[in-house]
Structure formats: structure tokens, C-alpha cells
């Protein structure tokens, strides 16, 4: 499939041009401001990525480096090649950047091209008389600025916008400061779960584009499928037909009488419809045209466990008035429609038990759904390493999981094309948003300018997927900049309020409008949502803000909390109609430590371990800031002491093993209690539509919330999320401080569902209790809805909380979404009534077998339960167990598969494999 990704793009680039010379074909050298350092360089490429290939400097993933390298983005880096292939018949030449990070100076055969100050944007340049004028041997030569000294040089001008410095300091930085004022990925200047490397460099391909006379060179394209009429936030109309916009961005002259043309396919080839795009518009820069398409002529695209992801061709040609092609594209995309619904709950709703307030939810294909999923950081700290098997690696452990939905966070890049494609083939729908993120952004006119340039061209250019799911404006703006600059400076709080709207409202709503109609727009990750929408205003969305009623409930919820006295307490946990973050952190395992941190360092408390830790962020560049760094490695710690075995291994590097593992099994526990507890609110007053959990993916070895780590080791987290996020679940609700236990199924099918729930009780023994309590055995449960099936008092009824287990399954017949066959759902899941870390536990005698024959491990407890069963392999290899942290019952065998993502053992790795439970943290090496 990626073959097939890779055409399109060349296809989409092709076009009616004399030449196109991709840069990185190019022979380039990077050097350093005083020209010590000049080796050679690649391109797209980024400072850090050439240095360390040329043994300038070490892995800067390595240890300390990150410290230690902070001199490579304190220097500007010039990055210059000799042209090759200029023609010396063209009638113009141009350069087309696709990305630069950030700041440069560019220039040819001595001559200065352009300067650049977005890495988001295209930029392109009319270089048409300087290679004309060149006599000596033309060379092409980027200087790339420093970002930290010129985003500081920015903040020390005269004149430019400042924010309350007390008492909370609003623009907090993570390590390097000053990211508000520079339009580059926000997390390059540190964030909490990775390192500040603000690198430099052409981070994405360009060319060298020469011209005979009428020729056209496609730069972007915008397709917009949606339906007829159909606006931002309106729930579409599903009986209209399907609109698409399809348009060319391009250099060169379109000559007058130009015409479109489209031909829609499915991915067999064969035509589903085609015609000439009517309502063309040709500006001097794009052409756009449309194309009607009946409702039924074409299969819907669904997300993944929802139905099938249909996927088409729409090729489209601008042709001249004597029918020469000028230029053609051909880009995949699907028919769905996805809308963010926050409208006031209707009277209908109230009545059958829904909150007042305002619905936050997603409605695809006209049904409303369930979204599952989690948040995806920028996948590596250097952007152009990331290929595209890795980011499908990544969405299909999405894939894997259950998961519908990934939040594109709002401070990395915007999403590359091979990821949207990927998403469009797998199913998964991808919350994207505007690179703004906890932090106040200045409103100067340039400051707008260059904001909507790269609205434009991202918007546009991800248009065509049909993964696309919602645009957000950035990042914990309304319910955490915007409330802590009420507090620090409430005096101006108006002031603050009118610049949020100027960016988000004036200037980005507008841009992507103008752009794309299919697609939702909420100005921040986490809101509540509008108070009004009326499209005969020039600004049609008022936002609701903080204009809320007791009572009612509105937007998302985004909720973190490190006392982890209050872990499983259900009434801190936050409700809403839809939480969007959600976390805790734990240790990457030992493994992956080892892959990036020296053996002197494998200890808990070591120097390099604590420091790689930004959770709380250092605010500063140095090694000094050590206490921040501390204060997050107690939260972990206390988690595990307060709720499982402590370990205390006396073979130092078993005990740093079973500590990492220990806060992984903390960290899913308590994010599956939190899973549970969102997927019940489906049911419950909140009518909850959706929970993605924080944070997904890695990008070092580190403490983070991420459930994947960096080489693609599934955490705790992410087994549990596997089996937490199955259509039907069955789950226990616990008040810790009443000892009442309620048990709820909940399921996401679209249809009410039947079923059989059975509850056994058990000693850690593995003996069956006897334990009266009120359950339903059999049981119905509606669309996206809940039922309680036990509840009973632990107390009450247990003759001892620290000897018990409660082991609860359900069996159900229900419909899957779009199928007409009824399916079994099974779901299995187990409690205890105390913390694990005071539980009676005993040795579960776990034994493990290999059967190379069915390519599976077999684990069995023979002598009690066992709980967090997990099965551990070495380095060597990156493997995804079908299931692990799973619980298992005396004498209970279970069978393990395996999917192989990378092995250089040449398969030994399975002979290595060993397992545990919790109660083997505590034990003697
Ligand atoms: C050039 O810059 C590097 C890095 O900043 C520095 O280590 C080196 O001493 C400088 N060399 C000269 C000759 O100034
Ligand atoms: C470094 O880059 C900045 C930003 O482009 C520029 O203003 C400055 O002149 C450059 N300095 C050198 C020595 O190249
Ligand atoms: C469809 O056409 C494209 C472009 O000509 C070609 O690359 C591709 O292999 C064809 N696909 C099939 C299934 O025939
Ligand atoms: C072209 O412009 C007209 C007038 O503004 C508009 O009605 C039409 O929808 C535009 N066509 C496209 C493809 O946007
Ligand atoms: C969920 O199920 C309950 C019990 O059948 C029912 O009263 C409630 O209206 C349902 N909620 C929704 C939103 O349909
Ligand atoms: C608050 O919202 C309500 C609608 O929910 C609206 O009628 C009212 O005018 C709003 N108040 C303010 C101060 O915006
Ligand atoms: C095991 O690690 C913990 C956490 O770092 C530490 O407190 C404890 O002393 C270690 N135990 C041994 C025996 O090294």
C-alpha cells in the first residue's frame, strides 16, 4: 500500500513543468556559524540529524546529550549545494520549499533569494533573473538562525507583546524560552514528556522547478467532499448529495478559457463517475472547480471497527481551451461526514435522562458514536527520520486497541501525508489541530498574517482525507491559559480574552472556512463547546467560555491529578461529555533504557534517569533544575507503594526492572479506572461520547504518559487500553470510602444488546467464596449505553477484604455497526476490594511454555490468582503480545499469540520470554 502512497504523491507533483530537480538531489554540505564544522548534509534533514551521521557529535538521544548538545541550536547553520540540472532554455526557474525550519536566509549564485520565518508554510521563489544573471557556477546556499537567539532577539524588540510575568508566570517555559513569538514546533523548545533540541534545517523536500513557457507546477491541492450545503458545526444533511471541491494550487500562468475535469475511480480503476468540474474560479495562484456526485452512487468510509474503509481516486486535470493537459492530480479519498455536535440537548434527550447543557460529541454518517482513542505526540524529535512504516506501526497498535480516534496534539507539526493516508486505510480518524499550546500568542498583525498562510496551506492540504476528523485552534487555551491569565491579571482579563478571539476566531476560523466546509472548528483542546452559531454574522461562532449554568453540562474534560491517594477515587474523576486528556506517567522498561542510557545509570534515582524526567518541566537549560524532575519520580513512587507490592530487589539492575514495570502497572490501572468510568458516563446524566487517554506514542526514552515506547513496545497501558476499549465491556465501580461495589456492563454497539453476566468470588488462593450479592444474570443494554448488573457492600458481605477477588465475565448478542449479523461479545475483568499493596497475595506458581508449532506461549497459574500476568522478552526485538497484564485464575491456562515487529534475533528472542505477576515484584531476586 505504501508503493501506491508514493505514486500518488509523485503524480500529485507532476505536472506540465519543463523540469522539476528535487533539492535532496543535490549534493549539500551543512556549516557551522564560524565554519569549524562543514561535513556533509542531506535534505530534507534537520542540524542534529547530519552532525551525528557525521560523527560530529554523539546520538543526542544519548544519556545527558540533550544538555550537552544545547551549543548545536545557539549557532546559526548554513546548509549549500551546487545546482545541478538547471536547463538553459527555461523560460522561468523556480524554488519551492515544503518546509523550513525556521528562520532563513536564503540565497543563489551569491544572490539573496527570500527569507523565511514559518515552518509550516510552502515557500516558493521567482529565481528567474538571478539564475539568468549567474555566471560563476550557481550555488544555492540556506542560512538557517538559530531559533532560541532569534525568538529571543524578537521578544527583546522594542514594542512587542508581553504578558503578566507574576505571579504564575503565564508563558512558563519548558526549558528553552520565548516558543510563543516563532512560529516553529512548539516542543522543540522542551514540553514535558521530551527533549529541546531546536534543531534547524530543510525538514521537508524541495525543488528546483523550471518553466518552458505555459506550464503550471502543482504546489498543493484542497478536495473537500461533503455534503451539499453542509457548514462547519451544521449536522449535515445525509439525504443531500455529496459536493466536492477540488482545487490546484500552482506557479505558472493559467491561460484564459481554462476547464477542469474530473474522473472519480474506485480502487480497481474502473470509473465511478466523471465529467467536467463546473463553477471553475482560476485566480492567479489556484484553480478550483465542482462536482456533484448522487448520495448512493458511492460507498461511505468508516472507522475502524465501524465498517469498511472505502477509499477512491478523484483525478482531475486543468486543461487549456484546445484541450492540452496542463496539469493533473490524483488524489484517494472517501465519502463520510464527521461533526462536532454541540448543540443544546434537546427536551427529547432530557427526558430520556441526558443533562441539560450542550451535547460535545462527534456524529459520523449521520450516527452518533462512541470515540475511543488516545494522543499522539510528534512521532520522533527530528521529524524527517519518521518513515512511514514507523507511523504505521503506530496506528496500527491504534488499530489494534480498539481505538477510533487519535488527537493529533496541538504543539508538534502538522500531520505529514503518509500518516493521514495511513489513517484513511486503517480506519482511524485523526483530531487534528492548530500548533498553539499552552501559552498566550501574540495578535501583531505579522505575527496573523503568517499564522494564516499556514492555516491555508495545511488545511488545504489535508483536505482530501478522509481520516480527517476536526480542527482545533491549540492547546489547553480555555481551560488552562485563559483561566490562570483571569487570576494572575484580572484587571485586563478583557484585554486577553479579545486577543484569544483575534487568533482564533478572526483569523483562523476564517482561513480554514474559506478552505474546507466538511470539517468542525473549536478554537481550543479541551472547550465547552458554542453558545451560538449564526453564519449571517461574519464571525458565525460565539463560544460559550465560562457562561455555564449549575446543573448543566458542556464541553470536554482534560484531567490529570498526581495524589494518588485520590487514584481510584471515582469522584475525582471529572464529567463531561467528552474528555480529550487524561493521565499519568510512568518508566519506559528497562529494555528501552538500556537502548539509550549507559548501565552506570540503570538505577531509579540516578542522575541521568531523574533528569530525562520533565515532568515538572526544569523551566530552565541546565542540569540544575533537579528538584522538578524529583517531584515526578515521587508521584510514581508513592503510586506504587500506595497501590501495589513495593519492589525491593536485591540485584540492582532486577530492582530498577521491577520498579519500571511497577509504575506501568500503576499508570494502566488507574487510566483503565478512568476508561471505565468515561465508557459508563455513556449512560449516566453526562450522556460521555468519547475518551482519548494521554499520551499514545514516545519520542526518547523517558518517565512519560505514553502507552508505546519509542522503539514500539506496548507499556502496561497499552494492553489494558486493548481490552478496556473492546466494544462490551464489563466493569467494576468502587467507592473506597463506603466499600459499595457496583458493576456495570457498557456497550458502544449502535443497537440494544443481550447478554449473560456470572460474578465468582475467590481467596488469592484460588478458592471459591461464597458471597450473596444482588446480579443480574442475563441482561439488556442499549446503543451507547449502560447497565448495572451487581452491587453489593465489600464490607458488608467479605469476611476479608485483603483475601479477595471478584472475577466477573459477560457474554452478549449484539449487532456490530454495519453488519446485519449478530456477533458474541465476551469481556472478562476482576476486582479487589483492597489495594494491591495490601492484598493477601500468594504465589500464583505461574509456568510458561512455548509451542513454536502454533506460534504461541501458554501461561498457566497453578497454585492462586494471579494478577497483571506479564510476559517480558529482550531487547533484540519488538514484539505485541495478542494479550498481557492480563489476570488469571488457579489452574487457568491461557494462550498467548504474537505479531513480530522487529527482530535482529533471528527468533530467539521466544526462548528469553519470561513471566510474572505482581506478586513477583516483592519477591527475592
Ligand atoms: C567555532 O564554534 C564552535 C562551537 O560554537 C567552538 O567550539 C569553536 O571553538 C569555534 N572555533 C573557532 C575557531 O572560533
Ligand atoms: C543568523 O541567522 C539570523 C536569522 O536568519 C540572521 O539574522 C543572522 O544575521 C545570522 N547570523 C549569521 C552570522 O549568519
Ligand atoms: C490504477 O491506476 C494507477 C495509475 O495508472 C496504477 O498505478 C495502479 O496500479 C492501478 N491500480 C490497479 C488496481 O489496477
Ligand atoms: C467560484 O466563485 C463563485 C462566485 O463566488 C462561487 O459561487 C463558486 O462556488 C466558486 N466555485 C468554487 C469551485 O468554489
Ligand atoms: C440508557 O438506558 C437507560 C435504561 O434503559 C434509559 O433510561 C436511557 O434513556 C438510555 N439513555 C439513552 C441516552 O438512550
Ligand atoms: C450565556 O448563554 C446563554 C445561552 O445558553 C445566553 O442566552 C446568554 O446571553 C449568555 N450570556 C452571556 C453573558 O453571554
Ligand atoms: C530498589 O529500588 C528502590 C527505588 O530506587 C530503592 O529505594 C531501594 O533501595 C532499592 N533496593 C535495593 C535492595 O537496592
Not at 482530501?464 to 480527517?468: A, D, F, G, M, R
Not at 467507592?735 to 463506603?738: G, S
Given at each position: 500500500m505504501w508503493v501506491a502512497t508514493i505514486l500518488l504523491s509523485f503524480l500529485t507533483a507532476r505536472a506540465a513543468a519543463l523540469s522539476i530537480v528535487e533539492l535532496g538531489n543535490f549534493d549539500w554540505t551543512i556549516t557551522s556559524q564560524n565554519k569549524s564544522v562543514s561535513v556533509p548534509a542531506k535534505f530534507p534533514s534537520l542540524s542534529h540529524l547530519d552532525l551525528y551521521a557525521a560523527g560530529?557529535?554523539?546520538?543526542?538521544?544519548?544519556?545527558?546529550n540533550e544538555f550537552i548538545q544545547r551549543w548545536v541550536a545557539y549557532q546559526n547553520w548554513t546548509y549549500s549545494a551546487p545546482v545541478i540540472g538547471?536547463?538553459?532554455?527555461?523560460a522561468s526557474t523556480w524554488l519551492v520549499f515544503d518546509g523550513l525550519d525556521t528562520f532563513t536566509d536564503i540565497t543563489l549564485c551569491g544572490k539573496h533569494v527570500g527569507n523565511t520565518d514559518n515552518m509550516f508554510r510552502q515557500w516558493y521563489f521567482d529565481v528567474t533573473d538571478i539564475v539568468s544573471a549567474c555566471k560563476a557556477k550557481s550555488k544555492l546556499s540556506i542560512n538557517f538562525g538559530s531559533a532560541p537567539l532569534v525568538a529571543q532577539a524578537i521578544a527583546n524588540t522594542p514594542g512587542v507583546e508581553k504578558w503578566p510575568v507574576v505571579p504564575n508566570n503565564i508563558q512558563y517555559p519548558f526549558e528553552i524560552p520565548n516558543r510563543e513569538y516563532i512560529r516553529k514546533e512548539q516542543s522543540d523548545f522542551g514540553w514535558d514528556w521530551g527533549p529541546a533540541f531546536a534543531s534547524q534545517g530543510p525538514w521537508k523536500p524541495g525543488y528546483l522547478v523550471q518553466f518552458k513557457s505555459k506550464d503550471v507546477y502543482v504546489r498543493n491541492t484542497a478536495v473537500d467532499v461533503r455534503k451539499q450545503d453542509q457548514l462547519p458545526l451544521v449536522i449535515p444533511d445525509q439525504s443531500k448529495p455529496w459536493v466536492i471541491n477540488a482545487s490546484i494550487d500552482l506557479i505558472g500562468n493559467v491561460p484564459s478559457g481554462a476547464k477542469m475535469n474530473y474522473r472519480l475511480l474506485d480502487l480497481t480503476n474502473k470509473t465511478v463517475c466523471s465529467g467536467a468540474l463546473s463553477d471553475v474560479n482560476v485566480t492567479s495562484v489556484s484553480v478550483a472547480g465542482l462536482a456533484t456526485i448522487e448520495e448512493g452512487t458511492v460507498d461511505r468510509w468508516w472507522p475502524n471497527g465501524y465498517g469498511s474503509q472505502t477509499l477512491y481516486y478523484l483525478d482531475y486535470d486543468l486543461v487549456d481551451s484546445s484541450g492540452s493537459t496542463l496539469a493533473s492530480v490524483s488524489k484517494r479519498i472517501g465519502f463520510r461526514t464527521i461533526v462536532l455536535n454541540s448543540y443544546p440537548v434537546s427536551d427529547a434527550d432530557i427526558a430520556k435522562g441526558i443533562a441539560p447543557g450542550n451535547n460535545w460529541h462527534f456524529e459520523v454518517n449521520g450516527h452518533e458514536m462512541y470515540m475511543k482513542g488516545s494522543n499522539f505526540i510528534p512521532a520522533d524529535c527530528f521529524w524527517p527520520r519518521v518513515t512511514p512504516d514507523f507511523i504505521r506501526m503506530i496506528l496500527e497498535s491504534v488499530k489494534a486497541g480498539h481505538q477510533t480516534m487519535v488527537r493529533v496534539w496541538a504543539s508538534g507539526a502538522y500531520s505529514p501525508d503518509f500518516m493521514h493516508d495511513i489513517a484513511d486505510e486503517l480506519g482511524i480518524f485523526l483530531w487534528s489541530e492548530f500548533e498553539f499550546g499552552d501559552a498566550l500568542y501574540p495578535v501583531a498583525k505579522s505575527f496573523l498574517d503568517n499564522v494564516r498562510e499556514e492555516v491555508i496551506y495545511n488545511s488545504r492540504r489535508l483536505s482530501?482525507?478522509?481520516?480527517?476528523a476536526f480542527w482545533a485552534g491549540g492547546n489547553e487555551l480555555e481551560n488552562l491559559m485563559l483561566p490562570q491569565i483571569q487570576q494572575d491579571d484580572p484587571d485586563h482579563f478583557d484585554r486577553w480574552i479579545g486577543e484569544y478571539e483575534t487568533l482564533f476566531f478572526d483569523t483562523i476560523f476564517p482561513a480554514l472556512f474559506e478552505n474546507q466546509r466538511s470539517i468542525s472548528y473549536m478554537p481550543s483542546s479541551t472547550s465547552n463547546g458554542w453558545e451560538m452559531l449564526d453564519?449571517?454574522?461574519?464571525?458565525?461562532i460565539v463560544p460559550r467560555l465560562y457562561n455555564t449554568t449549575a446543573g448543566s453540562i458542556y464541553g470536554e474534560t482534560d484531567f490529570y491529578n498526581y495524589d494518588s491517594t485520590q487514584s481510584f477515587n471515582l469522584s475525582a474523576y471529572p464529567v463531561g461529555r467528552f474528555s480529550n486528556e487524561f493521565g499519568f506517567h510512568s518508566m519506559p522498561s528497562r529494555q528501552s533504557w538500556q537502548q539509550q542510557v549507559d548501565p552506570e545509570y540503570l538505577n531509579f534515582n540516578s542522575s541521568v534517569v531523574v533528569l530525562r524526567n520533565h515532568h515538572y518541566p526544569s523551566g530552565s537549560l541546565n542540569t540544575s533544575n533537579f528538584h522538578n524532575s524529583s517531584l515526578g519520580m515521587v508521584e510514581m513512587t508513592l503510586g506504587i507503594e500506595r497501590w501495589l507490592p513495593t519492589p525491593m530487589k536485591e540485584d540492582s539492575l532486577k530492582n530498577f526492572t521491577a520498579w519500571c514495570h511497577a509504575t506501568q502497572v500503576f499508570q494502566g490501572a488507574f487510566i483503565k479506572s478512568q476508561i471505565e468510568f468515561y465508557r459508563r458516563g455513556s449512560g449516566m446524566p453526562e450522556r460521555q461520547l468519547g475518551c482519548l487517554y494521554w499520551?499514545?506514542?514516545?519520542?526518547?526514552?523517558?518517565?512519560?504518559?505514553?502507552?508505546?515506547?519509542?522503539?514500539g513496545r506496548w507499556k502496561v497501558l497499552h494492553y489494558l487500553g486493548i481490552d478496556i476499549y473492546s466494544p462490551v465491556i464489563i466493569a467494576p465501580y468502587f467507592?473506597?470510602?463506603?466499600s459499595s461495589l457496583e458493576v456495570y456492563v457498557t456497550s458502544d454497539l449502535w443497537s440494544e444488546a443481550k447478554g449473560n453476566a456470572k460474578f465468582t468470588w475467590y481467596d488469592w488462593s484460588g478458592n471459591p467464596l461464597k458471597v450473596s450479592s444482588k446480579s443480574l444474570s442475563s441482561f439488556s443494554v442499549g446503543a451507547i449505553n449502560t447497565t448495572k448488573v451487581l452491587e453489593l457492600n465489600a464490607k458488608d458481605t467479605l469476611p476479608d477484604l485483603a483475601d479477595a477477588v471478584l472475577f466477573m465475565e459477560h457474554s452478549t448478542q449484539g449487532q456490530a455497526p454495519n453488519t446485519d449479523t449478530t456477533t458474541t461479545f465476551t469481556h472478562e475483568n476482576y476486582f479487589a476490594p483492597i489495594s494491591l499493596a495490601d492484598a493477601k497475595l500468594v504465589d500464583p506458581g505461574l509456568k510458561i511454555s512455548y509451542s513454536a508449532e502454533k506460534g504461541c506461549f501458554s501461561v498457566t497459574a497453578t497454585k492462586g490468582v494471579a494478577a497483571y500476568v506479564w510476559l517480558d522478552y529482550p531487547n533484540g526485538a519488538v514484539v505485541h503480545f495478542d494479550a498481557n497484564a492480563f489476570w488469571l485464575r488457579k489452574g487457568q491456562t491461557r494462550e498467548v499469540g504474537y505479531t513480530v515487529v522487529s527482530d535482529t534475533t533471528g527468533g530467539k528472542w521466544t526462548d528469553e520470554v519470561t513471566v510474572e505477576s505482581v506478586w513477583d515484584l516483592t519477591t527475592r531476586d
Open positions: 560530529v557529535i554523539d546520538n543526542p538521544l544519548h544519556n545527558l538547471l536547463k538553459s532554455d527555461a482530501h482525507h478522509p481520516s480527517l453564519y449571517s454574522k461574519p464571525i458565525p499520551q499514545l506514542n514516545d519520542q526518547w526514552v523517558a518517565s512519560t504518559w505514553a502507552s508505546m515506547e519509542y522503539d467507592d473506597f470510602t463506603n
